[in-house]
């Protein structure tokens, strides 16, 4: 059977039933329905924030983020993520100036972030990729400095601790995707936190086209909202979470043991003060005896499909090619080298060890 770079999450079948009959008595579902609701309080508290929307799916959280904090102008990210981030950034009506990544985690370069600061600088957009966590520390310093606002893409990190607290309690706002290829997932989904409660009043207008009753629209909103069917998965899913990453990390881990110390291979690093939620495998080959295209054809020849996640940069698409600036050496260097591993829960670790053995393996196109 084939192995795909990941495998939703779902819980039991009549779990899920169970969650969703009520909705055949109320025949409510949408708009902010009881399940929504009961989604939202559950999140605070796994998340110990007070202001929490939730989004039909994280690109349009993302979105509304940026139009929730009023952004016009530049806004420094990085390319080497889902083009989701470049696509809201740019859809918002705001520029992106791409900053280059570190080799040691993948997250932004705090140290070139300055150099990319001007007049028109309205925000930095970190991605803590792959779940690893940004130097929020750092970022942090620079917005004071500069009065800039910091919107996390946090798509990857749910759940994830940095020091104790959640990640979700860093920058300005922070956006979490569950998306059903994500660590936790409600089919389609997305999360925006914020820190205070006018923030999250104006995403909950934004998301529902602007109207606070059924004759006043007091802001030009669209339709983001997320359905009750989506928030039932996400209660279901959520009851397994802790479970799911246990599974996770052993999965890791055994990926951990069977490519540590083999020239060429640089495995992903574990941070410190992080309490990870396992979401990526994402490995280097540099100069190891095979490329990296050779790797993901040695596994696609046995069924097993493994992604080039990140690659092509967002600043490469056609849509943005030459567009914007980008001085992103690293970030390039990075994405064509990198593969992304399958890790899902449920992946059996003797396929972890099959998989090793034919990246390991010597036979092949050398
Ligand atoms: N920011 C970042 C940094 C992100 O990574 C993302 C999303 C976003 C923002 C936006 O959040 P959302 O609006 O999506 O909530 C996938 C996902 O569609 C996307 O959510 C994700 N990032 C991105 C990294 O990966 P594809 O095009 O690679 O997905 P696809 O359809 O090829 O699926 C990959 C594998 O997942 C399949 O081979 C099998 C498995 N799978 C897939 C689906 C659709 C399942 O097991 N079940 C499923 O239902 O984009």
Not at 216 to 228: L, Q, R, S, T, Y
Not at 318 to 336: G, L, Q, W
Request: hydrophobic share 40%.
């Amino acid at each position: 059977m084939s192995i795909l770079v990941t495998k939703s999450s779902m819980p039991d079948f009549d779990e899920y039933i169970e969650e969703i009959k009520v909705l055949w008595e109320t025949h409510w579902l949408t708009n902010n329905g009881e399940k929504n609701r009961k989604f939202e309080k559950l999140l605070k508290e796994l998340l110990n924030e007070d202001f929490v929307s939730l989004f039909t799916n994280g690109h349009l959280a993302l979105e509304n983020l940026i139009s929730a904090f009023e952004l016009k102008g530049e806004i420094i990210t990085t390319p080497f993520t889902f083009v989701s981030t470049t696509n809201a950034i740019v859809r918002c009506g705001c520029k992106p100036v791409f900053c280059d990544i570190n080799k040691q985690n993948y997250t932004i370069d705090v140290n070139k972030i300055e150099e990319l600061i001007n007049e028109n600088t309205v925000a930095i957009m970190p991605v803590h990729v792959y779940g690893n966590v940004c130097n929020v520390e750092r970022i942090q310093e620079i917005a004071d400095k500069y009065n800039l606002k910091v919107i996390y893409d946090a798509a990857h990190a749910f759940s994830s601790k940095y020091k104790g607290k959640s990640i979700s309690s860093f920058g300005d706002a922070s956006m979490f995707s569950f998306h059903a290829t994500k660590v936790f997932n409600s089919i389609e989904g997305g999360l925006a936190v914020v820190q205070d409660q006018t923030k999250l009043k104006q995403l909950n207008l934004q998301k529902n086209f602007g109207i606070v009753d059924a004759l006043n629209c007091v802001e030009i909103g669209g339709n983001a909202k997320m359905n009750e069917f989506q928030a039932a998965m996400g209660i279901c899913n959520l009851k397994h979470l802790k479970n799911e990453i246990e599974k996770r990390k052993k999965v890791f881990n055994q990926y951990q043991n069977n490519l540590k110390n083999v020239y060429g291979i640089v495995i992903p690093k574990i941070q410190e003060d992080v309490e990870s939620n396992y979401s990526y495998y994402p490995v280097i080959f540099d100069n190891y005896c095979f490329d990296r295209d050779q790797i993901w054809e040695k596994l696609k020849e046995n069924d097993i499909y493994s992604r080039k996640y990140f690659y092509p940069l967002t600043c490469d698409f056609e849509c943005y090619k030459d567009k914007f600036f980008a001085n992103v050496p690293i970030a390039r260097d990075i994405a064509s080298k990198v593969l992304t591993l399958p890790l899902y829960a449920d992946l059996e670790l003797n396929d972890v060890d099959r998989i090793c053995d034919i990246i390991l393996s010597k036979k092949g196109n050398m």
